[in-house]
């Protein structure tokens, strides 16, 4: 299927333990995104690239990791989960020259 | 930095009512203001953009530049309107390249009522 998609779509993971979210896009887009969607806050982005191998912090980066080695993937790391990393996280990517954002239909993510 | 506000946590109408789902904005360059929207469960799209100046699905938004806001309206609100609604900003650079990144409001729940 073309479009973004999002795996798992849910988890729930211990305190502590590492987890990985993934997002792949078929439309080679350049740019991607991760943001993570909490009551009150909106949508907060956590992390962002712009490109194969070129990364940036967004919002709210801390205690996660992000890689981009194809461009069609942008898989997002809890290098050691919390609970107020319970959240819904969103992958997104859209094109170069000024078109919209296309989103992944999201991962519920619950850490205990 | 940007920020964008979106004043109302809830909304709720009456089905064939008015609807107006305030957003407002600073930032100091020239953005692009956005509408998404989320239905229950399903991931967000695009509903606007300022710069298209086009009606979806009835709703319209105006960029007031002088008040820095961008709010969406819709004359008859129908219950397959409920949903979530953000409002985003992304940023531009002197030349209108978009750097691509969004940001987003805290989101209004809207419910129409029947």
């Known amino acids: 299927d073309a479009g973004i998609t999002q795996s798992p779509r849910y988890k729930i993971t211990e305190t502590g333990r590492q987890v990985t979210l993934m997002c792949h896009q078929t439309w080679s887009h350049s740019y991607m995104f991760w943001y993570r969607q909490d009551l009150g806050h909106g949508l907060r982005l956590i992390y962002y690239s712009a490109a194969a191998d070129i990364t940036d912090k967004g919002e709210v980066p801390d205690g996660y990791v992000v890689s981009r080695s194809k461009t069609e993937n942008f898989p997002l790391t809890l290098e050691s989960a919390t609970r107020s990393q319970t959240s819904v996280y969103f992958c997104?990517?859209?094109?170069?020259?000024?078109?919209?954002?296309?989103f992944g239909q999201g991962t519920r993510l619950t850490v205990v | 930095a940007q920020r964008v506000t979106q004043p109302e946590k809830l909304l709720s109408v009456f089905k064939g009512a008015p609807v107006e789902l305030k957003c407002n904005y600073s930032y100091s360059g020239s953005p692009e203001l956005f509408w998404y929207v989320q239905y229950s469960r399903q991931r967000l799209q695009l509903l606007l953009r300022?710069?298209s100046r086009e009606s979806i699905k009835g709703f319209t938004a105006d960029l007031n530049k002088g008040e820095t806001s961008f709010h969406l309206k819709k004359p008859f609100a129908q219950e397959e309107d409920s949903a979530m609604y953000y409002c985003a900003l992304r940023e531009t650079n002197a030349g209108g390249t978009s750097y691509g990144k969004l940001t987003f409001g805290q989101g209004t729940i809207l419910t129409v009522h029947p």
């Open positions: 997104a990517s859209r094109g170069l020259v000024n078109t919209e954002a296309f």
């Open positions: 300022h710069i």
